[in-house]
């Protein structure tokens, strides 16, 4: 079994810095950070959670898979487009 999340940031979000849209907001740091966290706690192995974005990060072992259809034009993406791409 796999834990799979998806995080997809857009240009119409708020979870982007205005001024430089690549600095990441210290809230959805927070949150993936928290459900990494979370998930370890659980005794997922690190191996099998997916982090699925299309924007780098890297979080106590786990580093994201890119999703290349989801880009930050696209204001949807769901867990079924991240899971058809993988």
Same mark, same amino acid.
């Given at each position: ?14 979870? +982007?810095?205005?001024?430089?849209? +690549? ?23 690190? $191996?099998?959670?997916?982090?699925? +974005? $299309? &924007?780098? &990060? ?17 204001? &949807? ?10």
């Amino acid at each position: 079994m796999k834990n799979l999340m998806v995080y997809i940031l857009s240009n119409e979000n708020k979870w +982007t810095n205005i001024e430089n849209p +690549t600095d990441l907001s210290p809230l959805l740091i927070a949150y993936i950070k928290a459900q990494i966290d979370n998930s370890i706690e659980l005794k997922w192995n690190v $191996n099998d959670i997916i982090l699925a +974005t $299309n &924007f780098d &990060f890297e979080y106590r072992g786990v580093k994201n898979y890119y999703l290349q259809s989801c880009s930050k034009d696209l204001v &949807f993406c769901s867990k079924v487009q991240a899971i058809y791409e993988l």
